[in-house]
């Protein structure tokens, strides 16, 4: 999760509301981090930056550690990471990576989600050229040379570096993302997010109508338990 998601959450509704959406986020991106590799931080580098990040904001040591478990098939076990593809109204794209132990329970409720939003679940595929399969990096700027650092991203296989709102973000192929994680902790430098993440090749803007359906097919996505990320391609800020 980014660190515009974190804004989202943190500025729609009640303060507990918002915080309990934060805290859910979160804890997914521990979970996902958890499945992915070792529950040890020193030999899993997406759970170690995942975990900080949801200290940070005072998430429940519990909570992390529950998720920690269930990643690593402690709660309960059976897990079977899925992804879904659609278009929400005025044809924008979801991709959706979900994580469940009831693939008919899932698939049923996404649809049912994208279906109340005027919109509908694709095949498999379908979105294959919407979307790139990337490797992202965050970093605070404060403190570091922006032509060194650079430097140093582009020999790891970064292909882009930006400065946006006092963070450098790191973007490279997804097969980069282990030499760029090295090259960080080679130069000392540690990420406040790391993620192999899809990022959408092209955008589109919707009016403010079709806004406010594409915003309830994302709550309604982020908010459900089987899903751990949603990807859409809304030029719009949401």
């Not at 909570?63 to 990643?71: F, L, P, Q, S, V």
């Not at 929400?88 to 794209?93: D, E, F, R």
């Not at 595929?125 to 403190?143: M, N, Y």
């Amino acid at each position: 999760m980014g660190r515009k998601s974190s804004k989202i959450a943190l500025r729609k509704g009640a303060a507990d509301k918002a915080r309990g959406q934060l805290y859910t986020r979160m804890l997914k991106d521990v979970f996902k981090a958890s499945k992915g590799g070792s529950p040890e931080l020193s030999a899993n580098f997406l759970l170690k930056v995942a975990i900080e990040k949801a200290k940070k904001f005072n998430v429940p040591r519990d909570h992390i550690e529950k998720a920690i478990k269930k990643g690593q098939g402690e709660e309960g076990g059976g897990y079977e990471d899925i992804t879904y593809e659609g278009y929400g109204p005025n044809g924008v794209a979801f991709f959706v990576e979900a994580s469940t132990d009831n693939p008919t329970r899932t698939v049923a409720n996404i649809r049912t989600h994208f279906k109340k939003c005027n919109g509908v679940l694709g095949t498999p595929g379908s979105l294959e050229f919407v979307f790139s399969h990337k490797a992202q990096f965050e970093i605070p700027a404060d403190g570091i040379d922006e032509e060194d650092f650079t430097l140093h991203m582009i020999e790891a296989g970064a292909d882009d570096v930006e400065l946006d709102e006092g963070y450098y973000v790191v973007t490279g192929p997804k097969e980069a993302f282990g030499c760029i994680q090295v090259k960080l902790q080679e130069i000392e430098v540690t990420p406040e997010e790391a993620s192999l993440i899809r990022i959408p090749n092209s955008k589109k803007e919707v009016d403010t109508e079709t806004l406010v359906q594409i915003e309830k097919l994302i709550d309604f996505l982020e908010n459900d338990d089987d899903v751990v990320t949603v990807y859409h391609n809304l030029e719009n800020e949401v």
